[in-house]
């Protein structure tokens, strides 16, 4: 069985805000200088899932990562982790695809790929939060795709899924090969070892252009970032006071009742 993970190189998003600035005319954030990227935390959920299915049924494990000037240090993870093969797919023309023309290149490079039996995906990216790459790769391949799994365990030909719902989970089937979007519930990646730091140094590691892709040029975009802005947060606080607890009281309601009429 072969699985391919795809993962994203994204700013930390635990950074606080005012540790950086907005260019406004590639509405992007810019870190500061030396500020190191991270993996999408929910990219390396689905890292664990198919580190689970190694473990269990002895899973071929292919990790992709997509973009330009990709951080060595941080693509490599998922080797450390227990990944048996990278593919980095990194050119200038790569570095602000929308999230359709992500989808169309990932696929040219599954294609590329070969073989495969499962796809997984982040539910999401931790950085733009829009959720979409994961069905659109599954439509690029012609796929059946189940979202949000907080469980995945492979049974014949067939990928059973626990899909997280608002009132629980619900258990969904699909044939194999399908495209798979991990939620954060079926839990964090497992603690990178030394002897998987030094294992990964002798593990394949391949870079692929657009023209290994076959790729003329990217996919017009399909989405438009409008505008791009922190979000302004007043606070407004007003004393409320009386001769008495129960006089204050009194004008707390009335107060209320003026913002809040029945």
């Known amino acids: 069985m072969q699985v ?3 993962l994203k190189q994204i700013l930390d998003p635990e950074m ?3 540790s950086f600035h907005l260019d406004p005319n590639r509405k992007r954030a810019v870190p500061p200088p030396g500020t190191p990227p991270v993996l999408s935390p929910f990219d390396e959920n689905a890292l664990e899932a198919a580190l ?6 002895g899973a071929k494990v292919i990790a992709v990562s997509l973009g330009d000037k990709l951080a060595r240090a941080v693509v490599k993870k998922p080797l450390s982790a227990g990944a048996d093969e990278l593919v980095l797919l990194e050119d200038p023309e790569w570095e602000d695809l929308d999230h359709f023309a992500s989808a169309r290149v990932l696929a040219a490079a599954i294609r590329k790929i070969g073989e495969f039996d499962l796809i997984l995906t982040g539910r999401q990216a931790a950085d733009w939060d829009a959720g979409l790459v994961g069905s659109a790769l599954a439509e690029e391949l012609g796929l059946g795709c189940v979202t949000l799994a907080r469980k995945i365990e492979v049974v014949k030909d067939k990928v059973r899924v626990e899909r997280v719902a608002p009132d629980g989970y619900e258990v969904v089937e699909a044939l194999r090969p399908c495209v798979v979007t991990v939620d954060s519930e079926l839990g964090e990646l497992r603690q990178i070892t030394m002897p998987g730091i030094f294992a990964a140094k002798k593990k394949p590691i391949q870079e692929w252009k657009p023209a290994d892709l076959k790729l003329a040029s990217p996919a017009p975009a399909r989405c438009e970032l409008v505008d791009l802005y922190l979000p302004k947060r007043e606070t407004v606080c007003e004393i409320i006071g009386g001769e008495s607890p129960e006089e204050a009281a009194l004008k707390l309601a009335d107060k209320l009742l003026e913002k809040c009429p029945a």
């Open 16 to 18: 606080p805000s005012g």
């Open 4 to 6: 391919i993970v795809c």
């Open 52 to 57: 689970r299915l190694k473990d269990g049924q």
